[in-house]
C-alpha cells in the first residue's frame, strides 16, 4: 500500500471518529445525565457521626446517600466480583463479556448470561426502562456517558446508592438499616453478601420473605467468594454460621425535633449535628420517665436544650417527652414554642442593674403592696417582706421589687436589652408590653432563655446557638459583664431559696450550677434554668394545649427534673464554678441600706462590688435624733432642753416603707416633734384636701372616671400617696395625683417625707 492511500484512509478513518465523537457529543448536550439529580432523603448525624434521624426521598422511597468510605469494604469487593470482575479495567462496556454472552445465548438459544456492566446497570437503575435492543444500546451510550464524567469511584457511589432491596427501600444503607439495624460500615461478610444478593431478585429474596433460598443463594456465593481466595477460611465457616434476620426495622428517629428542624433548614441531605447520641438518649429517657411520673397531675409535656456555653453548640435536644404522642401534641417543639417565662427574665433584669445603675447584692429595696398606675403585682406567696436586700428579692425571686427596678429604668430600656440578646418573641411584641413583663407577661421560648443564661456562665459572651456541623454562626458577643455574671451566679447557686424543695436536701446530690425558676401566670408554664462555667441546661414542664394545673410551678416540677439531668450531664465535674474577675472585691456595707456607710451606720456586713462601677453613695437611713428621757418627745436642734435630753439612733425610711413597717408592727414611728416648739416642723402640717372625708362618689363607670389627690403640706418637699394599704405614687409637694377607683370602700393616705400624715375614708358607688 503506497504511502499516498495509507494516509487517506488514516484520514478518512480519523474523520469517522471525529464525526461519531462530535455526534456522541451531541448526545450528550441533547440527553444529559447526571448523577448529582439523584433524589436522596435526608440524614441527620451526631457528632460522633450516629445515625439520629433519616427522611424518606421525594417520591417516598428509603434512599439515603452513602459514600464508599461509609460501606463495608468486603460489601464492594463482593459486588465487583460477584457483577463486574473488570469494572476498574473497561470503559464502561466489557467487550469480552459482550461476545461471551452473545456466543452462549446464540448457541443455547436462551438467555445464559448477560454483559451488563456496573456502569451499564447504574444507567439503568437510573433510567428504568423495558429490556429490549434498543434499550441496551442506550444503556450502552449512558455508560460511556458516566464513564467520560465521573470516576470509577463516583459510579461505583452512586451504584450501590440505587441498587434495589425490595418494596420502596433503595441502596445500601437504607437496606443495611432496615434489615440489620446497622450502618453499613458495620456489616458482616455474611450480610455484605446477602446485601450484594438481593439486588438480583429483590421481591422474592429479602429478609423475612424466603430466608431458606436466600441462605442457599448467600452460601453459595460464599463458597465462590472462599475458593477465589477472597475470603479467608475462618472468615467462610463464621459466615455460614451466621444466622438471616427475619426482622425489619425502622430507621432510627432520635433527636426528632431537631433532626426535623435540620431537615427543613438544609440543603444538604446528609447533616452532622452538634448532638452527643448518648447524652440525647439519655437525656430523653430522663424525660419521659419523668412527664409520666406526672401525668396524674394534669401535666403532660415538656422540653429540655442542653448548651456548651463557650461554643454555643447545642448537645442535647428534647422537644418534648415523646416524639410520637399525638395526642399530647408530642410532635410540637417545646425548645422554640413561645411560652410565658414567668419570672425567668429577672436575672436579666438585675444584671442590667449591677451594671448600668450600680446596685450591688447587699443593696436594700421596698416589697410592700404598690400601684404602679393601675398596675398592682403581688408575689407568689401574696406576702410582702418590707425593706429586703437585692439578693434575696432574686433568690426569692420576689415581685414587686422587680416591677419597681424594672419601672425605675424603664421598659424601654430593658425591651432593648431583650432584643441585643436574641429575643425575637420579645421584639415582636414590643409595641403592647408592660411592667408586667417581667413577670412573665410576654412570650420567649426555652432556646431563647437558655442561649441569655449560658452567657451567664460565659463570663457575659452570650453565644450564637449552634445546632449543626455547617453552621458558622457570628461567633459571641458580650450582653452582660463578666462581673455581673458572676455576682448572678454567686446570687443564683444558694440553696436558701424558696425554689429548692425543703425534700430534695436530703435525697438529691446537688449539682454544682446555678439556677432560676419561673412560673407563669394560670401555672400554665414551670421553667429551671441551670448554668456553670460550662454548660447551660434549661427545663421547660407544661401542656401543648395550654392547659394549667395547680401542681405546675418551677420550684415544685421543673427544678427535680433539672437537677437530675444536670447530675448526670456533670458526672464528675467539679471544675464548672466561674472564676471571680479581678474587678469584683468585697467591702463593708450597711446592713440597713446594703450603701456605703454613713456616720451612723451600727450593723456593717461584707457585700460584693465592682470596682469602678458599684454606687458609692453613702447611707442616709441611719440617723441621730435628740429626744426626752422617756423617748416620747422628738426636739430639734432649736428646741434642745438646757435640763437635758438623750442621742438616739433611728432608721428614717421612706415613707411608703416606715407606712408599711408601722401597720405590721416592725416599727415604732419616730417621736411627735416638740409641740412648744415654735419653729414650722412643729405639729402636722399635712391636710389630704380631695377626695373629701367620708364623702359618698357616685360614679357611672367606677375603675374609668378618676378622682384628683391633692394634699396640702406645710414643709414637706414630697408626698406619697397609699390608697388600701399600696403605695400608689409619688409628688412634690403641690402637685395633683389622679385616681381611678373601683366601687366600694376605699383608704386614702398621704404622707410626707417628715413623717407627717393624713387619713380619709370614702365609698365609691356605680350610678
Not at 441496551?136 to 434495589?164: H, M
Request: hydrophobic fraction near 35%.
Amino acid at each position: 500500500m503506497s504511502g499516498k492511500r495509507y494516509i487517506k484512509k488514516v484520514k478518512w478513518a480519523a474523520g469517522i471518529f471525529l464525526l461519531l465523537f462530535l455526534f456522541f457529543q451531541l448526545l450528550d448536550f441533547l440527553f444529559p445525565l447526571r448523577l448529582e439529580k439523584i433524589d436522596f432523603g435526608k440524614q441527620v448525624y451526631s457528632a460522633d457521626s450516629l445515625l439520629l434521624s433519616a427522611s424518606l426521598n421525594g417520591t417516598d422511597k428509603w434512599r439515603l446517600r452513602s459514600r464508599l468510605e461509609d460501606i463495608h469494604p468486603q460489601f464492594l469487593r463482593t459486588i465487583i466480583y460477584k457483577e463486574d470482575k473488570w469494572f476498574y479495567y473497561h470503559p464502561g462496556v466489557n467487550p469480552v463479556a459482550i461476545a461471551r454472552a452473545f456466543y452462549q445465548n446464540i448457541t443455547t438459544g436462551r438467555r445464559v448470561s448477560g454483559a451488563s456492566t456496573i456502569t451499564m446497570q447504574l444507567a439503568r437503575l437510573l433510567e428504568p426502562k423495558e429490556r429490549t435492543l434498543i434499550s441496551k444500546l442506550v444503556e450502552v451510550f449512558r455508560a460511556f456517558q458516566l464513564e467520560l464524567k465521573y470516576s470509577k469511584d463516583e459510579i461505583l457511589s452512586a451504584y450501590t446508592n440505587l441498587l434495589p432491596y425490595g418494596g420502596n427501600i433503595e441502596g445500601v444503607k437504607a437496606a443495611s438499616l432496615k434489615y440489620f439495624n446497622r450502618l453499613p460500615v458495620k456489616l458482616s461478610i455474611s450480610q455484605s453478601v446477602i446485601l450484594s444478593i438481593i439486588p438480583n431478585n429483590p421481591n422474592k429474596l429479602r429478609p423475612g420473605k424466603s430466608n431458606l433460598k436466600l441462605k442457599i443463594e448467600r452460601d453459595e456465593w460464599l463458597t465462590n467468594l472462599w475458593k477465589d481466595q477472597k475470603i479467608t477460611e475462618q472468615e467462610y465457616r463464621n459466615a455460614l454460621d451466621e444466622n438471616i434476620t427475619t426482622e425489619i426495622y425502622a430507621i432510627p428517629n432520635e433527636a426528632a425535633h431537631l433532626s426535623r428542624r435540620l431537615m427543613n433548614e438544609n440543603k444538604s441531605d446528609i447533616i452532622y449535628s452538634t448532638i452527643e447520641r448518648n447524652k440525647q438518649k439519655r437525656v430523653g429517657a430522663i424525660l419521659k420517665n419523668y412527664i409520666s411520673a406526672i401525668n396524674s397531675k394534669g401535666i403532660f409535656n415538656g422540653a429540655i436544650l442542653v448548651v456548651e456555653n463557650n461554643t454555643g453548640k447545642v448537645k442535647v435536644y428534647c422537644g418534648s417527652q415523646n416524639f410520637s404522642d399525638k395526642f399530647h401534641g408530642g410532635e410540637v417543639d417545646g425548645i422554640t414554642a413561645v411560652r410565658s417565662p414567668g419570672s425567668a427574665l429577672k436575672p436579666i433584669l438585675y444584671a442590667e442593674l449591677i451594671d448600668n445603675f450600680g446596685i450591688t447584692p447587699k443593696r436594700k429595696i421596698s416589697d410592700i403592696p404598690t400601684d404602679f398606675g393601675g398596675y398592682s403585682p403581688d408575689n407568689f406567696d401574696e406576702l410582702f417582706n418590707g425593706p429586703v436586700t437585692i439578693e434575696y428579692a432574686l433568690k426569692n425571686s420576689l415581685n414587686v421589687p422587680a416591677v419597681k427596678l424594672l419601672n425605675e429604668i424603664g421598659t424601654g430600656v430593658f425591651i432593648r436589652k431583650l432584643e441585643d440578646g436574641g429575643f425575637e418573641s420579645v421584639k415582636n411584641q414590643k409595641e403592647s408590653l408592660g411592667l408586667s413583663m417581667i413577670l412573665g407577661g410576654c412570650g420567649t421560648t426555652l432556646s431563647e432563655l437558655s442561649r441569655y443564661y449560658a452567657a451567664f456562665g460565659n463570663y457575659g459572651m452570650i453565644p450564637e446557638l449552634v445546632f449543626h456541623d455547617g453552621e458558622f454562626p457570628g461567633g459571641s458577643k458580650r450582653v452582660v459583664s463578666a462581673e455581673s455574671a458572676y455576682l448572678l451566679f454567686k446570687m443564683l447557686s444558694s440553696i436558701e431559696r424558696p425554689d429548692f424543695p425543703n425534700e430534695f436536701l436530703a435525697e438529691t446530690k446537688l449539682p454544682p450550677i446555678a439556677w432560676k425558676t419561673g412560673t407563669s401566670y394560670g401555672r400554665r408554664d414551670a421553667w429551671a434554668i441551670g448554668f456553670n462555667k460550662g454548660y447551660t441546661i434549661g427545663v421547660w414542664i407544661g401542656n401543648f394545649k395550654g392547659t394549667g394545673s395547680p401542681f405546675l410551678t418551677g420550684a415544685e416540677i421543673a427544678v427535680p427534673l433539672l437537677f437530675e439531668v444536670a447530675n448526670y450531664i456533670l458526672y464528675g465535674r467539679q471544675d464548672l464554678s466561674p472564676e471571680q474577675p479581678d474587678k469584683v472585691k468585697i467591702r463593708k456595707v450597711c446592713a440597713e441600706s446594703g450603701k456605703v456607710p454613713g456616720r451612723f451606720c451600727g450593723s456593717l456586713i461584707n457585700d460584693y462590688y465592682i470596682e469602678g462601677v458599684s454606687s458609692i453613695e453613702k447611707c442616709d437611713i441611719e440617723t441621730e435624733i435628740f429626744v426626752d428621757s422617756s423617748g416620747s418627745v422628738l426636739y430639734c436642734t432649736s428646741c434642745l432642753p438646757a435640763d437635758g435630753y438623750k442621742r438616739k439612733i433611728v432608721n428614717r425610711y421612706s415613707p411608703e416603707i416606715r407606712l408599711w413597717l408601722q401597720r405590721n408592727g416592725a416599727i415604732t414611728d419616730i417621736p411627735k416633734h416638740n409641740p412648744d416648739c415654735t419653729r414650722i416642723e412643729a405639729g402636722n402640717n399635712l391636710r389630704i384636701v380631695s377626695p373629701v372625708k367620708d364623702y359618698e362618689y357616685i360614679f357611672t363607670n367606677p375603675g374609668e372616671e378618676s378622682i384628683s389627690l391633692k394634699a396640702a403640706s406645710g414643709n414637706g418637699k414630697y408626698l406619697y400617696w397609699f390608697i388600701d394599704g399600696k403605695f400608689t405614687g409619688k409628688v412634690k409637694s403641690g402637685d395633683v395625683m389622679f385616681l381611678k377607683p373601683k366601687s366600694g370602700n376605699i383608704e386614702v393616705v398621704c404622707v410626707d417625707d417628715l413623717g407627717n400624715t393624713d387619713k380619709v375614708k370614702i365609698v365609691v358607688k356605680e350610678y
